[in-house]
């Protein structure tokens, strides 16, 4: 089963953008990208979702290229409070039209003062 | 409206006992999911549910039952614990049955500690 892959971890300072990118390269035809933020003892909680090119919400940006095996959530001016750990979630294909819902592994983001 | 509710929170299992994890959602969603979080691995699929009355296997099932009760309610049993089942189980739900856009909904979680 193929994996999604993030960086570990992320420093930023406040004010600054961040970008976050999620390697997918066997992601399923039709499914979408998806984006988690988790912050301790808490579940994950949606941000943002995308299926090609870029999407944009009221916190983020998600940015995707046309052969869709990556995808880059960004995060414009962060703050201390968006500390916290994020997660791409995608589907991969397991044969058929079965697929398989994958998180990658995370990647922590910590924003310093 | 509660979301997604979990319980207990927390649980302490000798190895070889068995318990049974439950969830609920009140938010009228067809899909439940069962996941398990351990340090530096991310969250694994264990089962899911794309609706009512059917279950399928995730990525982690092995030593894992369940059971989707209702609409409502889908629980997860442990029928011999072990050691390597301690972790944080999430439950979550989604709106669709299984469709490329699945926007996915957690509860706060149950750590598990197995001795």
């Known amino acids: 089963l193929a994996k999604t892959t993030q960086p570990i971890s992320m420093d930023s300072y406040e004010g600054q953008e961040v970008n976050i990118t999620c390697s997918h390269n066997n992601i399923a035809t039709n499914d979408y990208i998806t984006w988690y933020q988790q912050f301790p003892s808490q579940g994950p909680r949606f941000i943002i979702q995308g299926y090609k090119t870029k999407v944009t919400n009221e916190v983020a940006s998600l940015f995707i290229p046309a052969d869709r095996k990556s995808s880059t959530l960004s995060l414009p001016r962060v703050s201390l409070s968006d500390t916290a750990v994020y997660y791409c979630?995608?589907?991969?294909?397991?044969?058929?039209?079965?697929?398989?819902?994958?998180f990658g592994s995370g990647t922590q983001l910590t924003v310093l003062p | 409206n509660a979301g997604v509710t979990q319980t207990p929170k927390f649980q302490v299992l000798k190895t070889g006992q068995s318990m049974t994890l439950q969830c609920a959602q009140d938010m009228n969603h067809n899909s439940m999911y069962w996941y398990r979080q351990d340090p530096g691995m991310g969250l694994r699929l264990i089962y899911y549910?794309?609706?009512?009355?059917?279950?399928d296997k995730g990525e982690v099932p092995n030593g894992y039952n369940v059971s989707r009760l209702n609409k409502r309610e889908f629980s997860l049993r442990l029928e011999s614990a072990a050691p390597s089942q301690t972790s944080v189980y999430f439950c979550?739900?989604?709106?669709?049955?299984?469709?490329?856009?699945?926007?996915?909904?957690f509860g706060p979680g149950t750590r598990l500690l197995v001795l």
């Open positions: 549910s794309a609706s009512e009355g059917t279950t």
């Open positions: 979630l995608v589907g991969v294909p397991l044969g058929g039209s079965a697929r398989q819902l994958t």
């Open positions: 979550a739900s989604s709106p669709t049955s299984g469709g490329s856009q699945e926007t996915q909904y």
